[in-house]
């Protein structure tokens, strides 16, 4: 005690020399520590010129604070600390899914599917909030929240106590004003997992029914993220702190690291919270990222969270290009509303030919690399090649020449729909481009049209993997580890979902005159980590026994991996997918509710998988509240051959 006293003065010499522009924010990790020693470490950290952010103290403790380096260097080194380190921010990563899913289930699929859950289960949200009045959002019943929910509405200048109701039964914020979302991404992702039924179309595409995966599961927002910046490390900590107090049953967190080599998982705030709430059995399903399709890409890779991959369904948007006199169909793909006449009376040219000064710039069609002369009034043809070239410059250069459409061929683009707004863009495959560019060589006065995009079903085979799904194996500390385990865990459609928006986002493309989008369709982990949040909602009502890792058991060993040809899944490139693209294979959400054989991973695993992973006994048990006291790493410390002997449902 005497000499940690003596130790503080000298920091409080250090800081007051240091520079005030020096003082960052860190995250200071201590484990389970019981909360008389963290009081010590907020006295320690009020005295100090750091000012202190947060403190973490229900579901685990540790704080947040405005450091000088030297600072944080010093309190790493105290006992009881796990670890320190900078704060920084990660990012956020229909609907036709259900019925899609329903119908690779086949006869296993149960007709009444969403299944009838209890209205008890409450699945939280670590994400950008909530738009409370989305039609998603109304309450399935007027029951009162379930008995022993110990969480509260957070009331602000636009979000009152009506903002909660019998589904939203908690809103809580760490960033922003309210929890009022006001990027999107929380509501489209919430309203997938828990929505209510909705009949819901983006400006008449992917008309249909939107509804998430449980609708009687109660829904508590947990504001972590913001637009542009992303989602701050410590607010996501603050958020599985309350979630874990909360009572939530599922945390679902649409959110992943930016670094390219993975956080330790001492250092990742997603591992540290998740890890916390699978002690207390709330099973924590994550994105797994939007980085594939490169190996080892995998993010939120601790293997007590139940990590997704992205697939496709079989519905297609297809914005095609006919050409004059070919009686010829080029197809393409995107989510426009194209205004042109459907008669092919446009001259086409490419951008080559329409090359001002640098022809390899001109033929991608790059910022001022176009003659405004040959493009005015003309459809134009773009090439794409490395990433160096957007899709959004490319656009700019056509309009401002005075343009009236763009076809960009690009064999990664073309593969999942953007949304481009009301100028004409379609993105064309290098096959479909190779039949244009023939039409353009061989034809006198090249002519065509780019019709409006039309929602296309029944599309084969489906699902395939999702370019942009991250793939395994995992990647522990930027080494690929010899006998590695298996990652993702699992996939579920994330490709052109839709769902619910806020309710005045300016920012997204309309048909001119329209006004902004309740409902939008996007791609990403992002939106296929909520239907399998959704679905462990119902098992954990249908199966009420299981932990956390039972029902990540249930839904794993029931997945499937073959597609609607009824042969084996394949990547978006043809190629088979192994477990390193989709995990388990596909999501049942019909079988998942009467699984088999459970694999339940006890926390003693856990904890052997962290020593395996190289923390020592002392560290393990300040990390984990149920270390037994006679926990003892196994002899022989780090040891990454034996993680996979981890007992793990993929195995
Ligand atoms: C709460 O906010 C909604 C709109 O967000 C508004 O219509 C309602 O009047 C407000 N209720 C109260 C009690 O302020
Ligand atoms: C419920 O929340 C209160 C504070 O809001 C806290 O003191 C209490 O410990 C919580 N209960 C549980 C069971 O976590
Ligand atoms: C265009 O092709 C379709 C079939 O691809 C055919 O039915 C139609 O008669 C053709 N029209 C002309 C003008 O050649
Ligand atoms: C079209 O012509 C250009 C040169 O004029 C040539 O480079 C290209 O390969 C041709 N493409 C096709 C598909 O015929
Ligand atoms: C949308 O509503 C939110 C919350 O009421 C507000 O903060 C934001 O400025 C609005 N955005 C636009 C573009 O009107
Ligand atoms: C355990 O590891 C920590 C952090 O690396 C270290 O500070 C500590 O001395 C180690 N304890 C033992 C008993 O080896």
């Given at each position: 005690m005497i000499s940690s006293i003596f130790l503080l003065s000298t920091i409080l010499v250090l800081s007051a020399a240091a520079?005030?522009?020096?003082?960052?924010?860190?995250?200071?990790?201590?484990?389970?520590?019981?909360?008389?020693?963290l009081a010590l470490k907020e006295a320690i950290i009020n005295r100090m010129s750091g000012q202190l952010l947060r403190?973490?103290?229900h579901g685990f403790s540790g704080f947040a604070a405005r450091l000088s380096p030297q600072e944080a260097t010093f309190i790493s080194m105290q006992p009881g600390v796990v670890s320190v380190f900078e704060d920084t921010y990660l990012k956020l990563l229909t609907t036709r899914s259900w019925g899609f899913l329903a119908s690779l289930e086949g006869s296993y699929a149960n007709p009444a599917y969403p299944y009838a859950c209890s209205s008890d289960i409450v699945v939280g949200f670590i994400d950008s909030g909530i738009w409370p009045e989305s039609e998603s959002f109304r309450p399935a019943s007027s029951a009162p929240p379930p008995v022993g929910w110990n969480g509260t509405c957070q009331t602000s200048k636009d979000f009152n106590m009506s903002s909660c109701n019998g589904k939203i039964v908690g809103a809580r914020f760490y960033v922003g004003e309210s929890a009022r979302d006001v990027e999107g991404h929380g509501s489209h992702v919430a309203s997938t997992a828990a929505g209510m039924e909705v009949k819901a179309s983006y400006y008449g595409l992917a008309a249909g029914t939107a509804r998430g995966g449980s609708e009687s599961a109660r829904i508590a927002v947990y504001k972590a993220c913001l637009p542009l910046f992303g989602c701050l490390s410590s607010a996501i900590l603050s958020a599985f702190d309350d979630a874990i107090r909360d009572g939530v049953n599922v945390i679902s967190v649409s959110v992943g690291s930016t670094q390219l080599t993975p956080l330790d998982f001492t250092e990742d705030p997603i591992a540290i919270g998740a890890f916390h709430a699978t002690e207390r059995g709330i099973l924590v399903v994550c994105a797994g990222g939007n980085s594939g399709p490169a190996r080892s890409s995998i993010k939120n890779d601790a293997p007590w969270i139940l990590t997704v991959a992205a697939s496709t369904m079989d519905r297609n948007f297809e914005t095609n290009v006919v050409l004059a006199g070919a009686n010829k169909t080029i197809k393409g793909r995107s989510i426009g509303f194209s205004?042109?006449?459907?008669?092919p009376i446009y001259p086409l040219t490419t951008g080559e030919a329409a090359v001002d000064k640098n022809r390899q710039a001109a033929r991608e069609c790059h910022l001022d690399s176009l003659k405004a002369s040959k493009v005015k009034g003309k459809i134009v043809v773009c090439e794409t090649s490395a990433s160096t070239t957007y899709l959004s410059d490319q656009r700019a250069e056509i309009v401002s020449k005075g343009g009236v459409g763009m076809v960009v061929v690009s064999d990664t683009e073309s593969r999942v729909p953007g949304f481009y707004g009301d100028f004409p863009i379609t993105i064309v495959s290098l096959e479909e481009a190779n039949k244009l560019m023939t039409y353009l060589n061989t034809t006198r006065n090249p002519m065509g049209t780019i019709l409006g995009t039309v929602t296309v079903g029944h599309q084969k085979p489906a699902p395939e993997v999702a370019f942009f799904s991250s793939r395994g194996p995992s990647m522990v500390s930027g080494n690929i580890i010899k006998a590695s385990f298996i990652l993702p865990d699992i996939t579920a459609p994330g490709v052109a979902i839709l769902a619910a928006w806020t309710g005045n986002d300016?920012?997204?493309?309309?048909?001119?005159?329209?006004a902004p989008p309740a409902y939008i369709i996007?791609?990403?982990?992002s939106m296929a980590c909520p239907h399998i949040s959704g679905v462990a909602a119902n098992v954990r009502s249908a199966v009420p026994t299981l932990t956390a890792a039972g029902v990540k058991s249930a839904i794993m060993t029931t997945a499937v991996s073959t597609n609607n040809l009824g042969t084996a899944i394949t990547t978006d490139e043809g190629d088979w997918a192994t477990p390193y693209d989709i995990g388990a294979g596909i999501l049942q959400p019909t079988r998942a509710l009467r699984p088999g054989l459970i694999y339940d991973t006890t926390a003693d695993e856990y904890l052997q998988f962290l020593c395996y992973h190289?923390?020592?006994?002392?560290?393990v048990k300040s990390i984990s509240r149920t270390a037994a006291r006679s926990f003892r790493c196994p002899a022989g410390g780090a040891n990454r051959d034996l993680i996979s002997s981890l007992n793990y449902p993929s195995i």
């Open positions: 520079p005030a522009a020096e003082l960052r924010g860190y995250v200071v990790y201590t484990g389970a520590a019981s909360p008389s020693n403190t973490y103290r205004k042109l006449s459907r008669s300016s920012s997204i493309a309309t048909p001119t005159g329209r996007i791609s990403g982990t190289g923390y020592n006994t002392t560290t």
